[in-house]
């Protein structure tokens, strides 16, 4: 059974920074790739940032993209997201995500697995 456990939300003011941490029973160096979604209330899952182990550098979503970085710690098993110049749209429950299998649709619940979430609350 593939475990995630989501950390280190909580809320900030505007143009604060946070990091997420993603602890996991996988080895994360293994799969073909693992990201970061979130999802507002009300709202679909939104795309955050991707690690494929194929490449180098993670990818990110226009959104976010230059405010956000995803990072791999091997040593320590470890996924985080620092996230700066965080902003009210930022808000949301933040998910990391693995893939079944070797499509990488970290947001969809038939191909991918996540933990409980993160809440981060941006306030203006």
């Known amino acids: 059974q593939v475990y995630l456990a989501e950390s280190g939300g909580g809320s900030v003011q505007a143009g604060g920074s946070l990091k997420l941490s993603c602890a996991t029973s996988v080895t994360i160096s293994q799969p073909y790739c693992m990201g970061w979604f979130r999802q507002a209330p009300g709202k679909g899952r939104d795309f955050v940032a991707v690690?494929?182990?194929?490449?180098?550098?993670?990818r990110y979503a226009d959104s976010v993209k230059g405010r956000v970085r995803l990072d791999q710690d091997y040593d320590k098993n470890l996924m985080t997201l620092q996230m700066n110049d965080l902003q009210p749209e930022d808000t949301a429950m933040y998910y990391c995500s693995v893939p079944k299998g070797r499509i990488c649709r970290i947001t969809n619940p038939q191909e991918a697995t996540w933990g409980q979430g993160t809440q981060v609350t941006v306030s203006s």
């Open positions: 690690k494929y182990q194929n490449e180098d550098e993670p």
